[in-house]
């Protein structure tokens, strides 16, 4: 089945600092790719997304490539903020009438002065 | 527009105990979903509504029932709670597409103690 694997947290990086969040995907198909972030105490937002091979997704600063010949989806940001903590969740999507997602286990971003 | 809510916000249980998990979305979204987070796990699937009057099974939907009211509502029942179910519980709506692409919007979640 559609799984997918990210880097182990917690990433505790410096603000203005480059931010690499890796993720690597198996699915059957062409699934859209997709990074959910949820910030302390609320629910998951869309940060990015992705639905073909090459798309580059993009939003706050925030980018990732969808490569088919590595099954990747990292995420990137130039120059992170305090503001950017949060958890980040790589998902993917197979298809079908009700578009399940399947989420990695999530990486928690701490951003300090 | 609400978006999608979600009541109540935190619940505690005593083992035994049946709840019902209301979701409800105002945005005319045909897929319903309930999701349960737990430290280390990521969000997994409990069960899906994918339109109106129908129902399924995700990941994990044991020790769990959906009722899908209607398009805005999706509600989620544990008969006999156990411990096991402690975690957090997010529903999600999104449109109905043909295509994989399909943004999902998630309420900001319930949070089960059960004792």
């Known amino acids: 089945g559609d799984s997918v694997t990210q880097m182990e947290g917690p990433v505790t990086l410096s603000e203005e600092a480059f931010l690499t969040i890796n993720c690597t995907y198996t699915?059957?198909?062409?699934?859209?790719l997709f990074w959910y972030v949820q910030y302390p105490g609320e629910g998951l937002q869309l940060l990015l997304k992705?639905?073909?091979?090459?798309d580059k997704g993009s939003n706050k600063g925030f980018e990732a490539t969808y490569r088919k010949e590595t099954t990747s989806f990292h995420l990137e940001k130039g120059s992170v903020q305090v503001s950017d903590s949060a958890v980040y969740f790589c998902a993917l999507s197979g298809g079908g009438t009700a578009s399940k997602l399947t989420f990695g286990t999530g990486t928690r971003l701490q951003v300090t002065l | 527009n609400a978006g999608v809510t979600q009541t109540p916000k935190f619940q505690v249980l005593k083992t035994g105990q049946s709840m019902t998990l209301q979701c409800a979305q105002d945005?005319?979204?045909?897929?319903m979903y309930w999701y349960r987070q737990d430290p280390g796990m990521g969000l997994r699937l409990i069960y899906y509504?994918?339109?109106?009057?129908?129902?399924d099974k995700g990941e994990v939907p044991n020790g769990y029932n959906v009722s899908r009211l209607n398009k805005r509502e999706f509600s989620l029942r544990l008969e006999s709670a156990a411990p096991s179910q402690t975690s957090v519980y997010f529903c999600?709506?999104?449109?109905?597409?043909?295509?994989?692409?399909?943004?999902?919007?998630f309420g900001p979640g319930t949070r089960l103690t059960v004792l």
């Open positions: 509504s994918a339109s109106e009057g129908t129902t």
């Open positions: 992705a639905t073909k091979a090459d």
């Open positions: 999600a709506s999104s449109e109905r597409s043909g295509t994989s692409y399909n943004e999902q919007f």
């Open positions: 945005m005319n979204h045909n897929s």
């Open positions: 699915a059957t198909g062409y699934p859209s």
